[in-house]
């Protein structure tokens, strides 16, 4: 059983493009968590998914970032027109479902570096 | 809104000693409580979790934790630390809130672990 896949692992965009992150969770786990993480900083929770609904994404920025999980294929967490700020490693974590006592697990993550 | 405090940024311990690493949390209703472990340029490992039952509990690597429901604290120990369990670690929590449970991570504590 092949564990929470993200690729790439590391993207490097010129500032005013695109970056889509790709999130494949372990087998079984409809639901899906990103953070991002700041260099020698901790985790800020951005949204959580699970298929076709998003539950809550008040960690999101407004603008520039969506996300989804659709019925098929991986989770996508997209960023458009990146800034240097952007630049970060973003990590996905997949559940089986919402109870508590399951615990995520993690993807080794994308770094992102906005040039 | 539930949150999660890990009040030392970093901890120092000698090889061999004894080690804590403290987290706190807010929750309202009862807690599930969980401790991640982060080596450099990886994702989050699981080490351990509290649902409910025996306060001390038992993980990977020899680790343990201790969850004291009035005291609000889940900290995590180890009676004998490696150079090895140097990274960096983060406590967790989920709980009921808005109608789903959300897991809430503290911001890391940075052990570092001297030969």
């Known amino acids: 059983n092949a564990g929470v896949m993200q690729n790439p692992r590391h993207l490097v965009r010129r500032r005013g493009q695109e970056a889509r992150l790709r999130c494949s969770p372990m087998k079984g786990h409809s639901h899906v968590y990103w953070y991002r993480q700041l260099p020698e900083e901790g985790l800020k929770f951005m949204v959580y998914?699970?298929?076709?609904?998003?539950?809550?994404e008040s960690g999101m920025p407004k603008e520039r970032f969506s996300a989804e999980f659709p019925k098929e294929g991986p989770s996508i967490l997209r960023i458009q027109q990146v800034v240097r700020g952007d630049s970060a490693a973003y990590f996905c974590?997949?559940?089986?479902?919402?109870?508590?006592?399951?615990?995520?697990?993690f993807g080794q993550g994308t770094r992102l570096t906005v040039v | 809104a539930q949150s999660v405090a890990q009040p030392e940024d970093q901890v120092n311990v000698a090889e061999g000693n004894p080690l804590t690493v403290k987290c706190t949390y807010s929750v309202s209703g009862n807690p599930y409580l969980f401790w991640y472990v982060q080596y450099p340029n990886r994702g989050l490992q699981f080490l351990l979790k509290y649902i409910t039952g025996d306060n001390l509990v038992k993980g990977s690597y020899g680790f343990e934790a201790e969850f004291n429901k009035s005291q609000t604290s889940f900290h995590l120990k180890k009676p004998s630390a490696l150079v090895s369990d140097s990274a960096l670690y983060f406590c967790a929590v989920r709980a009921w809130t808005g109608g789903y449970q959300k897991v809430t991570f503290g911001t890391g504590t940075k052990l570092q672990v001297i030969p």
């Open positions: 974590a997949s559940s089986p479902g919402d109870g508590g006592n399951t615990e995520a697990f």
């Open positions: 998914l699970q298929k076709e609904n998003i539950i809550d």
